[in-house]
């Protein structure tokens, strides 16, 4: 598992790399918990707080993942913030540890920015749904609740003990 995580990068959408991203899909079962990359792609073109990439296997895409990051707004909010606001492993590509080294870089990404006290998720409560995940890498439950979706978050000014833990 250890040597799936230095495989795993995430890397800026192209004209030749965005067909083989709109092909990736969760589960059937999974399709009530995230929006499919085409529809997230779309609102990325209307949100300039958008920021995502493709979440690579070696040089094959096998994910998607899109934050809203304030500090991409002009002018710079006064209080910026950061969240998930999608993130998506190919269903032939689940369950190998590539979402846990995303999310990782996810995390050293919304840290490298230097200025986000905290980093926000949000997801659908449900059997076979992320929620072990999110929580085994740190995030704690906040006690909101948006849409249906229970919010989450992980501090940014410590480190997060759990993050090289399989």
Do not use: C
């Amino acid at each position: 598992m250890d040597n799936i995580g230095n495989q795993v990068s995430l890397r800026e959408i192209t004209a030749e790399t965005l067909p083989a991203v709109l092909m990736l899909t969760v589960t059937e079962y999974q399709n009530r918990f995230v929006a499919p990359n085409a529809v997230s792609l779309a609102q990325a073109l209307f949100a300039p707080e958008a920021w995502y990439r493709a979440i690579y296997l070696g040089d094959e895409p096998v994910g998607f993942v899109m934050l809203s990051d304030s500090s991409l707004l002009d002018p710079l909010p006064g209080n910026p913030e950061i969240a998930v606001w999608r993130f998506m492993v190919d269903a032939k590509h689940q369950r190998k540890g590539i979402g846990r080294a995303a999310m990782q870089l996810v995390i050293e990404h919304a840290r490298g920015k230097g200025i986000f006290d905290k980093l926000k998720i949000s997801y659908v409560p449900g059997e076979g749904g992320p929620e072990q995940l999110y929580l085994s890498l740190g995030f704690r439950p906040n006690g909101e609740v948006d849409d249906g979706e229970v919010v989450m978050e992980l501090p940014l000014n410590q480190a997060v003990r759990s993050l090289h833990r399989e």
